[in-house]
């Protein structure tokens, strides 16, 4: 369940709380976490962060490249309690690999216009907070898809990942 609150500092004790999915659909804001998984190359010289292939049977964003871990913020978690969570069911990385190497990175905040109707004045508005962080990994750490929600993992370099955001790129990653 999401929680509905006058401001982040209160979602831990929400006004009232609905399904996810009816979020957009009365504009309320949305929260989640986003994680990036990276690692060292073999020689040190490089990092590479791990990306997901989002399942096909996935409602939003169905097959998109997408972070090795993300999530909303459901109600009566905290931020880290919810990465630790997200973290052990979507790539499987252990409770003690993510406290080890979690740090906070930024968050980002955005409102679009978009659903399947939006051309006929029929969309929704999706207003996201994103709380992001950087997880490194050991090098020879390799996710495994818990809850069915992607497909495949693999690792790009930052180059990589910055060219999937390019809009003409052939297999890009999801727009959040």
């Known amino acids: 369940m999401y929680p509905v609150a006058n401001n982040f500092d209160k979602v831990t004790s929400p006004v009232f709380l609905i399904e996810r999915a009816a979020a957009s659909l009365l504009g309320v804001m949305e929260y989640g976490v ?29 097959s998109m490249l997408d972070h090795i871990v993300a999530g909303g913020q459901p109600a009566g978690l905290s931020l880290l309690d919810n990465v630790i969570k997200e973290c052990e069911e979507e790539a499987g990385i ?16 955005y409102e ?21 962080f950087d997880l490194m990994l050991p ?35 999801k727009p959040n």
């Open 139 to 173: 090098k020879d750490f390799v996710p495994s898809a818990n809850d069915g929600e992607v497909e495949s993992f693999f690792t790009w370099s930052l180059e990589e990942v910055a060219q999937s955001m390019h809009p003409e790129y052939d297999d890009p990653i």
């Open 112 to 132: 679009n216009y978009g659903g399947r109707l939006k051309d006929e004045g029929e969309g929704v508005m999706n207003r996201v907070v994103l709380f992001c």
């Open 94 to 109: 252990a409770e003690e690999l993510t406290r080890r190497g979690i740090k906070p990175a930024g968050v980002i905040s």
């Open 34 to 62: 986003h994680i990036n998984g990276l690692i060292m190359s073999e020689d040190d010289k490089e990092v590479k962060m791990w990306m997901a292939r989002r399942s096909k049977t996935k409602s939003k964003f169905p």
